[in-house]
């Protein structure tokens, strides 16, 4: 991993390996003077997204698809590159652009400290990791979703992926990229397994309402958990970082967290990256706060940021800021959080 470098904001001048160098703005300018701060944002984007064939924004005349908060058109490439002309050649209930691989148990899942297969030893997680995602982040942990898309390959059939389900396979994991964009193909595999796995999701929560109530219901008859990633609370920053804004995330996440009230286990599990320099304290207890409001019993992960696709200058998260972060989570009243990724940490700020 290479050591952090100064990246400079173009509207007020600071120069720190906490500012992007990719984005070119600092937190304080994104938040104080987001509308001088938005031609540059969307201009990183659309470059981004140039650099892997992909639109940037949506092109959301004549929606042809209704999966997320895009309502992406028929007339070009839709925004997680899954559809062109209105015809999706992946993503269907037949046939996913996905790979797969086991991970034995317990895995470094997220939700891991508050997952019934924590001490299932010597048995397997099915994880499968779909192409497409309906944000753009620039600090994505997982971009080389981007490489299968780019070769539409390989594309397997909800059959192929239940021989992948031996005795030892005791849950399954959606994941990407997102499950969003190819959530056909996810919840026809889902229904086929039910009674046979748990049922656990890795997602951004920008679905449609009722496809997230179809998710959550095949993760509570399962024994699973629905794992949501906030990336942030405050829209400007939200926006900055991953080209869309987080209303439908946020909506989404309420209900969920209204109706895993209703359960005796944890069925809804949150996380944050701590990206330096943007996902400060500050936004971390307000993500808290929103989600204490609602059911403070809900897990909540904090995790460490390695530097990643279009944030290659800053560091890893400081100990200091996960630790502030941690406090401020249980000042506000969560009462199950923790640190992930806790071998990134550094003392780099």
């Known amino acids: ?20 160098d990719v984005l070119g703005l600092c937190r304080r300018c994104i938040i104080e003077r987001f509308s001088e701060a938005l031609p540059r944002i969307e201009k990183v984007h659309a470059k981004v997204r140039r650099s892997f064939g992909l639109p940037y924004p949506a092109e959301s005349e004549s929606p042809a698809c209704r999966l997320c908060m895009h309502n992406c058109g028929g007339g070009g490439v839709s925004f997680c ?15 996913g652009l996905l790979e797969w691989y086991y991970d034995d148990l317990p895995t470094n899942c997220v939700a891991t400290p508050f997952c019934p297969e924590q001490k299932h030893f010597g048995y397997q ?6 192409a497409g995602c309906s944000f753009n982040c620039l600090f994505c942990q997982n971009w080389h979703f ?15 992926l239940l021989q992948a389900v031996h005795p030892r396979v005791s ?7 997102d499950p969003g964009p190819q959530i056909a193909h996810a919840l026809a595999f889902a229904r086929k397994v039910r009674g046979r796995l748990r049922i656990c999701w890795e997602t951004n929560g920008a679905m449609d309402f009722r496809i997230l109530q179809e998710m959550y219901k095949l993760s509570c008859e399962s024994g699973g958990i629905l794992k949501v990633d906030i990336k942030a609370f405050d829209e400007r920053i939200h ?5 869309v ?22 069925t809804v599990v949150a996380s944050t990256l ?4 943007y996902i400060t304290e500050d936004e971390v207890e307000k993500i808290a706060s929103f989600i204490a409001q609602v059911n403070p019993d809900i897990p909540y992960v904090l995790l460490g940021f390695a530097p990643n696709f279009f944030f290659h200058n800053l560091p890893t998260t400081s100990v200091n800021h996960a630790q502030e972060a941690l406090q401020r989570c249980k000042k506000v009243g969560l009462k199950n959080v923790s640190v992930g990724n806790t071998f990134l940490l550094s003392h780099w700020y």
């Open 171 to 177: 849950c399954v994991c959606f994941f990407g990229g």
């Open 245 to 266: 804004a987080n209303r439908r995330t946020l909506e989404n996440f309420l209900w969920l967290a209204t109706e895993s009230k209703k359960h005796n286990r944890y």
């Open 1 to 20: 991993m290479e050591e952090p470098y100064e990246g400079c904001c173009e509207l007020c001048g600071e120069r720190s390996f906490l500012v992007a």
């Open 125 to 130: 997680n099915l994880a499968v990791f779909y």
């Open 239 to 243: 926006f900055a970082l991953t080209g």
């Open 81 to 95: 590159g899954l559809l062109e002309g209105g015809e999706r050649f992946a993503g269907t209930a037949r046939k």
């Open 146 to 160: 981007h490489e299968l898309l780019s070769r539409r390959e390989p594309l397997v059939s909800v059959e192929e």
């Open 274 to 277: 701590l990206v330096p320099g």
